[in-house]
T-cell receptor
Framework: DTGVSQDPRHKITKRGQNVTFRCDPISEHNRLYWYRQTLGQGPEFLTYFQNEAQLEKSRLLSDRFSAERPKGSFSTLEIQRTEQGDSAMYLC???????????FGPGTRLTVT | QKEVEQDPGPLSVPEGAIVSLNCTYSNSAFQYFMWYRQYSRKGPELLMYTYSSGNKEDGRFTAQVDKSSKYISLFIRDSQPSDSATYLCAMTEYNFNKFYFGSGTKLNVKP
């Protein structure tokens, strides 16, 4: 399977805990995007990388959120001190540079209790 | 005001009907306009894109963009039960740095 993969698919955590999600993009894609999607809403942009450089971050990305793409391949999204409002689907997408065609992964569904 | 507005539906139609889905937007800098389909608990899947104003057809699907009105549409002809899903519009500027999505319209095609 050469699509975008995300791990884990589901995560249940208690409020205040830290969580980390992983995204593996399509191998030749140098752009990687993170989105958050809540029920009944479309994906909301969080941040994107071009290779290993994080080039843009949304104001939605509070200082509890951090993302990395250390070698320009896979990426991680960490949420520290989770809150109930962080419960959502976290989607990763990848694309070739400056291309409209994003390929989405299946998402990681986070539930904060 | 959101950058992209989309009627959430739900929209229920009989099989074979023509479906019209629409979005409006506020940012005149948007250049690329996409439609995605999303099944429950899955990631969105790109259906079609259009650059700037105009129409684009792909099988039973037609995408239209009217930049003067800041209005985009997706038409589905001869709708099938397998078309039942949430349809998301999305748009971006020339540099593809950020993509803005509508809230999605849930479509149900009844056999």
């Amino acid at each position: 399977d050469t699509g975008v993969s995300q791990d884990p698919r589901h995560k249940i955590t208690k409020r205040g805990q830290n969580v980390t999600f992983r995204c593996d993009p399509i191998s030749e894609h140098n752009r990687l995007y993170w989105y958050r999607q809540t029920l009944g809403q479309g994906p909301e942009f969080l941040t994107y990388f071009q290779n290993e450089a994080q080039l843009e971050k949304s104001r939605l990305l509070s200082d509890r959120f951090s993302a990395e793409r250390p070698k320009g391949s896979f990426s991680t999204l960490e949420i520290q001190r989770t809150e109930q409002g962080d419960s959502a689907m976290y989607l990763c997408a990848s694309s070739l540079q400056e291309n409209y065609e994003q390929y989405f992964g299946p998402g990681t569904r986070l539930t904060v209790t | 005001q959101k950058e992209v507005e989309q009627d959430p539906g739900p929209l229920s139609v009989p099989e074979g009907a023509i479906v019209s889905l629409n979005c409006t937007y506020s940012n005149s800098a948007f250049q690329y306009f996409m439609w995605y389909r999303q099944y429950s608990r899955k990631g969105p899947e790109l259906l079609m894109y259009t650059y700037s104003s105009g129409n684009k057809e792909d099988g039973r699907f037609t995408a239209q963009v009217d930049k003067s009105s800041k209005y985009i549409s997706l038409f589905i002809r001869d709708s099938q039960p397998s078309d039942s899903a949430t349809y998301l519009c999305a748009m971006t500027e020339y540099n593809f740095n950020k993509f803005y999505f509508g809230s999605g319209t849930k479509l149900n095609v009844k056999p």
